[in-house]
């Protein structure tokens, strides 16, 4: 059984400097004079708005070693993941075929949400389940995630579904309104094990007629989907974000009162154990105050009280009113924050008149150090 859920936006979207409730002055912290590396491409979304674009047209790809800044300031750091489907825009492709008779592509019929005109159209007969499909090869015994975006081509909805199989099971199905704005729907499954063929695909819900646009198919191995990875003849890798600034070249003391770095969580992970790190960044003089505050969702967070000390490890519930102290008592060393709910808003890290990092040390936005774990969020940093 999966786990289905679907994330909406507008084909346009405004991406208001909403953080506070009003309109942010420029960062204190500047991402542009960081020091910034990833191997790969990568789509320029915000998750905050349904995973829209950004920017459209030769915008809405950052080339390799270019950071994903969003126009509000905050930027996006995410780990590596690679999406498994070939020719993820071309449902028109011989890597793609009809699960049976009554299905028709038409490609590149419609502008995509990146601003492309490469999303085709699939248009299936009604009387039973019928869908374009891919064949997968999938490891035994792992979550993996299946999403596609998706908008109809007529003015009524129909009932559509995003396909997804395991090893150890029949089709399962996603069924969902088709809607009439770009829509990315995802669903989660564990692949089992068995002799059964893995499959993705997008059709009706087995009674009607649907006409139904598609583009970027993704399937990945992991508890949450992660940005657009657009695929060709064989499956791709977006690497993971790495950004730092060196010592000597930020303010060590962002802000006198309190400083906040805001963050939009993607990893639904519930096991710091097991490495779902969010951030270590935040040190501060002896007896100062950090304070996290969130807005709905359940969490862990695990930090240190003393110099050496153990690591303190609890979960946390979070709601708008709801403000978690923590008084150390010598220079923080790690503070780190997972468990998240997934897309359930943002929470903030804040320090009460204290340093963050010594101007000496490396300081590393999204990470833990370097090449460790990745936040998977969207970090907003200090304002003026």
């Known amino acids: 059984m999966g786990f289905l859920r679907s994330k909406r936006f507008r084909t346009s979207p405004v991406l208001a400097k909403r953080f506070g409730g009003k309109v942010q002055n420029v960062a204190l912290l500047d991402f542009n004079n960081a020091t910034f590396a990833r191997s790969s491409e990568a789509s320029f979304v915000d998750p905050r708005e349904g995973w829209a674009f950004a920017d459209t047209g030769a915008g809405a790809w950052k080339s390799t070693n270019e950071a994903r800044i969003l126009p509000d300031g905050a930027v996006l750091i995410e780990g590596s993941s690679t999406n498994l489907v070939t020719r993820s825009e071309e449902l028109n492709h011989a890597d793609w075929s009809n699960s049976a008779a009554g299905v028709t592509v038409t490609a590149d019929d419609r502008e995509a949400p990146d601003g492309s005109y490469d999303s085709d159209l699939v248009v299936t007969t009604a009387g039973a389940r019928r869908f374009r499909r891919q064949l997968l090869t999938l490891a035994d015994n792992t979550n993996y995630i299946a999403s596609t975006f998706v908008q109809r081509s007529g003015a009524s909805a129909e009932n559509a579904s995003l396909v997804y199989q395991p090893k150890d099971a029949a089709a399962q199905y996603l069924d969902f309104a088709s809607p009439s704005s770009w829509e990315r729907q995802e669903v989660s499954f564990d692949s089992g094990t068995g002799a059964g063929t893995p499959q993705i695909g997008v059709g009706n819900d087995g009674t009607n007629t649907v006409r139904l646009y598609a583009w970027n ?29 060196a010592p000597g070249t930020y303010p060590s003391k962002i802000a006198w009162g309190k400083s906040t770095w805001t963050f939009y969580m993607l990893d639904s992970s519930a ?70 709910t997934t897309g359930n808003g943002t929470f903030n890290l804040s320090t009460n008149d204290s340093y963050i990092v010594p101007s000496t040390s490396t300081l590393y936005i999204g990470q833990s150090s370097a090449g460790g774990n990745h936040a998977n969020a969207v970090i907003l940093p200090p304002r003026g």
């Open 271 to 340: 096991n710091i154990s097991a490495g779902a790190t969010l951030y270590s960044i935040f040190r501060g003089p002896s007896n100062s105050g950090l304070t996290v505050r969130g807005v709905g969702g359940a969490c862990r967070i695990a930090y240190l009280t003393t110099a050496g000390g153990p690591i303190v490890d609890r979960a946390v519930t979070f709601d708008a009113l709801q403000e978690i102290s923590v008084t150390m008592d010598f220079v923080l060393g790690t503070m780190t924050i997972a468990g998240c």
């Open 217 to 245: 198919v993704q399937i990945e191995a992991g508890d949450f989907a992660t940005s657009p990875i657009r695929t060709e003849a064989a499956s791709a890798t977006r690497a993971s974000d790495n950004m730092s600034f």
